[in-house]
C-alpha cells in the first residue's frame, strides 16, 4: 500500500517531514545548484518523455490531454516500479521544477501513485 505523497517545487526549502524527497524532472531545474536541491533521488525516467513534455508546454488547456497521454506512458514505464516501491516504504515528496503548481507531472504521477496500489 502507498504511503503518504506530497507535492513540492523543489526550489522550496527542504523539510523533515518531507520524508524521501524525488526530483521527478527529465531535465535538471534551471538556476539550482545540485547541493541546494536537497533531493535523495534524482528519478528521471518516471518524467514524461520529451515529445510529451514538448507537445505540453505546460499549457493549461492541454492539461486533460497530458493527463491521459503521460499516464499511458507511465502504464508502461519500468522505472515506475522503483517509485512505487519507494512510495510503499513511506512517506515521499514529488519535486518539480515547474512554475505551475496545478500543472504538471508531479500532479499526475501523485495520482496514479495513489489510484494504482
Known sequence: ?????????????????????????RLWPRGLSKEKAHYDLWLKDVAPSTELREWFGHQPDRWPEFQKRYSAELSHNPAMAELRDLATKGHVTLLYGAHDEEHNQAVVLADVLKSRH
Not at 1 to 24: C, F, H, Q, W
Open 1 to 25: 500500500m502507498v504511503s503518504e505523497i506530497s507535492i513540492k517545487r523543489v526550489y522550496e526549502p527542504a523539510s523533515p517531514s518531507d520524508g524521501t524527497r524525488i526530483l521527478v524532472d
